[in-house]
Nanobody, 115 residues
């Protein structure tokens, strides 16, 4: 069993930055890739990016060059640094770890970007 807790969301003006955190109940990032997803109102949940155990990261084209994923040395917290935010980035952001039968999701954190 893994609990994931996201934090760091909020309201920011376009062009601003936010850093989200995803803290796991154990050091899952050392044994599994961990991903960020987001879901905007009325839209399907979409993949934002991921970090794999080696530390390599991958990103969706829509955020590449603006967002970056990292993790702490204990491998229990993953971060999403979001720069040059636009209103199109407004969504609930979730972290996800594909362990077990169906993986684990956090509860989500709201990011709202005003124009």
């Amino acid at each position: 069993q893994v609990q994931l807790v996201e934090s760091g969301g909020g309201l920011v003006q376009a062009g601003g930055s936010l850093r989200l955190s995803c803290t796991a109940s154990r050091s899952v990032v050392s044994v599994s890739h961990a991903a960020w997803y987001r879901q905007a109102p009325g839209k399907q949940r979409e993949w934002v990016g991921r970090i794999i155990p080696s530390g390599l990261t991958e990103y969706a084209d829509s955020v590449k060059g603006r967002f970056s994923i990292s993790r702490d040395k204990r491998m229990s917290t993953m971060y999403l640094q979001m720069n040059r935010l636009t209103p199109e980035d407004t969504a609930v952001y979730y972290c996800y770890v594909p362990l077990g039968d169906s993986g684990y999701w956090g509860q989500g954190t709201q990011v709202t970007v005003s124009s």
